[in-house]
């Protein structure tokens, strides 16, 4: 099994740390191919970055569907879960978000769960995002690091901050794990978990694993009809000219 990680931002070493962390978590017989977007910007902490992300994301799935051996299935590695459902739209096979992934996961550890993300402003996505795939009534608390995710890789402190804040969440919220709520947290979520005594959640490898049990079953390609289905064929102009070809 081939699985697309798609790095949903254009940082080449973030893409490299999540490609890493993600074939750490796959199956033997399960290949992680990374791509990095080829537009957008550099991390994603707002509603505008992630927005500027989606065209990027698409041009990615849409790249890989017309490679001579497409992927599997595809992982969009960015906690905001960018694009999700335009990329379920247009690929031929199951798309996984992070997020989604990840509080699906902590939905089954039993119990509540919290979110340590990054940045204090990305804290309304994590809990809009709880709502849309109906676990908001399992997610005891939500928090930011206050790192920027360019800064997790670099900063000698983000693993210890890390920590103590998904310590803290445990504590104060009550809840039974953690979700970390950026990808560029993915090598960390083991070493956190054996500190804190709890199960500590990075939605990379929730979103392999569940990539991996999920292509067997899914029935892909997706509907002829209905939501989901191929987008209308449509002209469309200025930059987004070269998305007509879906």
């Known amino acids: 099994m081939r699985i697309c990680l798609i790095n949903p931002n254009t940082t080449t070493s973030m893409t490299d740390l999540m490609v890493r962390a993600a074939q750490a978590a796959a199956g033997s017989g399960t290949e992680i191919v990374g791509v990095t977007s080829s537009m957008g910007p550099a991390s994603i902490e707002s509603h505008y970055d992630e927005a500027l992300a989606v065209p990027g994301v698409l041009a990615a799935i849409t790249a890989d569907r017309a490679a001579e051996t497409p992927c599997d299935a595809y992982v969009l590695a960015c906690f905001g879960d960018p694009g999700l459902d335009a990329a379920r739209e247009i690929a031929d096979a199951p798309v996984l978000g992070i997020a989604q992934a990840a ?26 995002l709880t709502h849309r795939y109906g676990v908001a009534g399992l997610c005891r608390g939500l928090h930011a690091c206050d790192i920027p995710v360019l800064e997790l890789e670099t900063d000698p402190d983000t693993e210890a ?34 500190k804190i005594g709890a199960p500590v959640i990075d939605g990379v490898a929730a979103a392999v694993r569940l990539a991996e049990a999920l292509v067997p079953v899914a029935g892909y390609p997706g509907p002829a009809s209905g939501e989901y289905s191929r987008p209308p064929a449509k002209r469309y102009t200025g930059m987004l000219a070269g998305f007509e070809r879906l």
């Open 103 to 128: 509080m699906a996961l902590a939905a089954l550890v039993g119990g509540g769960f919290s979110v340590v993300t990054t940045l204090s402003r990305t804290i309304g996505r994590a809990d809009e």
């Open 161 to 194: 901050v890390l920590t103590d804040a998904c310590a803290r969440a445990l504590a104060d919220d009550g809840a039974e794990s953690v979700v970390l709520g950026c990808g560029g947290m993915a090598d960390l979520a083991a070493r956190i978990s054996a």
